[in-house]
């Protein structure tokens, strides 16, 4: 990918090994996958996913969506300014356009990126051909190129087969936190057939699932790997936190010096530490957690 290989992402990125009591207790090993690492602003899966879908833009304006604390939108509006690649995101609820953008917002409109409001209705039927070409013309944008909602698309799903392939006999169990379901479409495909995948959904609903399947079929013609969902961890859905889960998260920064991003991050290794207790996980087992992304300076 030439225009970013100028970016000079960390690839493959690191495999950092903690010793972690909750888990050698339970004769586990837990294995981090700084994904966090791979590029100051287009951190982890943000780079495996949009990766191939900016250089399939080719030098158009990219649409993508997003709600108001979307780290998605983030890394698209930082990649636009790294490219000169002009950026629109649609942001969901219209209300927002009223008030004073929050930190994340305006960190992508000082990249450049434009931001357009949509009322929540139509927000939610973005993905109809009608209602998104009305949405591109009242952005201005009638002839970008389309990223979907946290960057889930084929070109991503197969970017990020990438993350699978690098952790290939590194652990018998691959976790990984799921906002859309693309990257772990992705990285379940590109495990070995000994291995799994495990993903903790962020979001309440029960979709996923269909989702996933969805994605894969799309990307690769059918089914990939060995990968399940558990859907107990959200703290309430998207953006949702907890006073206990900031506390796990300021407890596991403490134990480790690894920074833990709280909206996916600390859900998935929470997940984990429930897991192993729980006795989910054979003894002698290895395990990898993927670190996507980290907190918001």
């Given at each position: 990918m030439t225009g970013l290989d100028t970016l000079r992402p960390r690839l493959p990125s690191p495999l950092q090994e903690l010793s972690d009591p909750r888990f050698a207790r339970r004769g586990l090993r837990l294995l981090l996958k700084r994904d966090d690492l791979i590029h100051p602003e287009l951190i982890g899966n943000k780079w495996r996913k949009l990766a191939p879908n900016l250089t399939a833009a080719v030098?158009?304006?990219?649409?993508?969506?997003?709600?108001?604390?979307?780290?998605?939108?983030r890394a698209t509006?930082?990649?636009?300014?790294?490219?000169?690649?002009?950026?629109?995101?649609?942001v969901r609820g219209d209300e927002l356009a009223d008030r004073p953008v929050n930190p994340s917002l305006a960190r992508c409109a000082a990249d450049g990126m434009r931001l357009h409001f949509v009322d929540r209705a139509t927000y939610r039927r973005k993905t109809e051909p009608d209602v998104l070409a009305r949405v591109l013309r009242a952005a201005g944008a009638e002839d970008a190129y389309v990223v979907p909602e946290g960057g889930s698309n084929a070109l991503a799903v197969r970017g990020c087969r990438a993350l699978g392939e690098e952790l290939s006999g590194q652990a018998d169990v691959v976790a990984i936190a799921c906002g859309t379901g693309g990257t772990?479409?992705?990285?379940?495909?590109?495990?070995?057939?000994?291995?799994r995948a495990l993903g903790i959904p962020v979001l309440r609903g029960g979709f996923l699932t269909a989702d996933i399947r969805a994605l894969q079929r799309g990307a690769f013609g059918g089914p990939r790997g060995n990968w399940a969902l558990d859907e107990r961890f959200h703290f309430g859905g998207y953006a949702r936190t907890t006073p206990a889960?900031?506390?796990?998260?300021?407890?596991?920064?403490?134990?480790?010096?690894?920074?833990?991003?709280?909206?996916?991050?600390a859900k998935l290794l929470h997940g984990l530490v429930t897991l192993a207790e729980e006795g989910a996980f054979p003894r002698g087992a290895t395990l990898a957690a993927v670190v996507t992304g980290r907190p918001l300076p």
């Open positions: 030098g158009r304006t990219v649409v993508t969506f997003g709600g108001a604390y979307s780290n998605h939108l509006a930082a990649a636009g300014r790294l490219l000169s690649l002009p950026t629109v995101g649609v772990l479409a992705g990285l379940a495909a590109g495990l070995g057939p000994d291995q889960l900031d506390a796990f998260a300021t407890d596991f920064e403490n134990r480790h010096g690894v920074p833990v991003e709280r909206l996916y991050v």
